[in-house]
């Protein structure tokens, strides 16, 4: 079994590229909630856990919670995503927060980590081990870079529910229609829908989610690959349907413990896991950080020139620092996930990209990377092939509250998709494209609605338009 596709890893790293500060107030406060969460769960097992230096936090965004672990905890380590414009974003925070020290940022691949055998204290990932359809395999990583009696902190992640009727994805409750805003307010959605609440959205874009491990399955994996592990979970009460079935489960346990709780409601699981070894007392320069990397192409050690790039010793491997991150993905990722001014991509973060588009767009609005143009009714735009191979179109953009839209796309004038757009919040559309060297792309979109200080009439707003291969 793939663990993660291509397809999957682009759209993480879409994903992450727009929406980590794309609001920033919002996106800082809810960073800051998480910390407050995090940094606890930390604190619970601190004792087990021991010293954190070196860390490498895997799945970090923007690296909100490798700062707290710096700052709040005294470690020295490595915040690392598929996405090094989230990393690049994330310090921001560092001047928002007031904060000291900074995470070493590297761009990496949680299944092809860049980092020496045995070079890491502490890892700790969150909410991102459900992203892969084969977990074990980042379990394998993992313990591969973990120092003999190293530890593996992960939390966050979903517990199978086994009291649901799977129905559908649901959204998040900013998304949710009135009457899915009623039943969870009682606790009965839960009841009804399919993995966690809000898995919809990331579905959507194109992450796939693995919402299968029960409590069971995590324990047996981790029973597999480490000698001892703490847990902790979190049931969710959300009004009387869960509160009165959690209190039952709980009161009925043997030991009284939220086991049987989680087994029926699911929630979120904590654990913190020990490799087998002796742990020693690790020394960490942060100067020399480039001493625990290893090239992703090769897997050779790494150097650190007089530019401050990493070149591989063996390999013509380079990474150059962008702004304070290292990318350090295998060639082919990299190429594909980060393919910069192409003509096969229309991105509204980067200032060429005003050159392939044609009628209807309005002015650049947005901050960090979520840059986009709104559209009205109709909107045109030329993407030029550079790969070889079937081709799909690939749209990202936004659907205001309050405003359903019909959308619909054209290539070289014929109409190659249609879709309506419900809900409101972030949408992804694609669809497959004929043989073509160039596609003048239209796009069509309605009703249109205006605001009272405004001249213009709108639809949805854009921020990507590329062609992808298909899955």
Same mark, same amino acid.
């Given at each position: 079994m793939e663990a993660q596709s291509l397809a999957v890893k682009r759209a993480e790293v879409e994903?992450?590229?727009?929406?980590?500060?794309?609001?920033?107030? %919002? +996106? *800082?406060?809810?960073?800051?909630?998480?910390?407050?969460?995090?940094? +606890?769960?930390?604190?619970? &097992? @601190?004792?087990?856990? !021991?010293d954190m230096t070196p860390f490498l936090e895997i799945g970090s965004n923007v690296g909100h919670s490798s700062y707290m672990l710096a700052n709040e905890?005294?470690?020295? !380590?490595f915040a690392l995503d598929l996405s090094a414009d989230s990393l690049r974003y994330g310090a921001a925070l560092k001047d928002r927060w007031h904060l000291a020290r900074t995470p070493i940022r590297v761009a990496g691949d949680a299944l092809n980590l860049p980092f020496a055998d045995g070079s890491i204290r502490f890892v700790m990932a969150f909410q991102m081990l459900s992203q892969f359809m084969n977990i074990e395999s980042v379990f394998l990583e993992v313990k591969r870079?973990?120092?003999?009696?190293?530890?593996? @902190?992960?939390? =966050? =992640?979903? @517990?199978?529910?086994?009291?649901? /009727? %799977?129905?559908?994805?649901?959204?998040?409750?900013?998304? *949710?229609?009135?009457?899915?805003?009623?039943?969870?307010? $009682?606790?009965? @959605?839960?009841?009804?829908?399919r993995d966690v609440i809000g898995a919809h959205q990331e579905e959507s874009f194109g992450i796939r989610q693995n919402h299968s491990m029960? /409590?069971?399955? $995590? &324990?047996?994996?981790?029973?597999? &690959?480490?000698?001892?592990?703490?847990?902790? *979970?979190?049931?969710?009460?959300?009004?009387?349907?869960?509160?009165?079935?959690?209190? +039952?489960?709980? %009161? /009925?346990?043997?030991? !009284?413990?939220?086991w049987r709780a989680a087994r029926l409601l699911g929630g979120t699981l904590a654990a913190v896991s020990k490799k087998r070894g002796e742990a020693k007392q690790q020394a960490f320069n942060e100067s020399e950080f480039q001493n625990l990397l290893r090239c992703p192409d090769c &897997?050779?050690?790494?150097? %650190? !020139?007089?530019?401050d790039a990493l070149a591989c010793s063996r390999c013509a491997y380079r990474a150059a620092n962008e702004g304070g991150v290292y990318n350090l993905l295998p060639s082919p990722e990299r190429a594909e996930l980060y393919p910069g001014d192409r003509a096969d991509v229309i991105d509204f973060c980067l200032p060429s990209h005003a050159a392939r588009l044609l009628q209807g767009?309005?002015? /650049?609005e947005g901050v960090f990377g979520n840059k986009y143009r709104w559209i009205g009714e109709h909107a045109s735009a030329r993407l030029v092939r550079v790969a070889p191979g079937p081709q799909r179109l690939r749209i990202r953009g936004h659907a205001s509250e309050g405003h359903a839209v019909e959308l619909s796309a054209s290539v070289n004038g014929r109409q190659v998709g249609a879709w309506k757009l419900e809900r409101p919040g972030l949408f992804i559309v694609e669809a497959d494209l004929p043989e073509a060297d160039e596609y003048h792309i239209d796009i069509h979109a309605g009703p249109s609605w205006g605001v009272p200080t405004d001249d213009r009439t709108f639809t949805v707003n854009l921020s990507m338009l590329r062609l992808v291969p298909p899955e």
């Open positions: 994903f992450h590229n727009f929406a980590s500060l794309g609001q920033p107030e %919002r +996106a *800082m406060a809810h960073y800051a909630e998480q910390n407050t969460r995090r940094g +606890a769960v930390i604190r619970n &097992h @601190l004792n087990f856990i !021991g905890f005294g470690a020295s !380590g870079v973990l120092a003999p009696g190293g530890m593996f @902190l992960f939390a =966050e =992640e979903p @517990l199978k529910r086994l009291l649901s /009727l %799977r129905l559908y994805r649901c959204p998040y409750y900013e998304t *949710m229609k009135p009457w899915e805003k009623k039943l969870s307010d $009682w606790g009965l @959605l839960g009841y009804l829908v029960g /409590l069971k399955d $995590w &324990h047996r994996l981790i029973q597999k &690959h480490f000698i001892d592990a703490e847990y902790e *979970m979190f049931v969710p009460e959300r009004g009387w349907g869960e509160r009165i079935v959690k209190r +039952a489960a709980i %009161r /009925l346990d043997p030991f !009284g413990s939220s &897997h050779s050690a790494l150097t %650190r !020139g007089a530019d767009w309005y002015e /650049l």
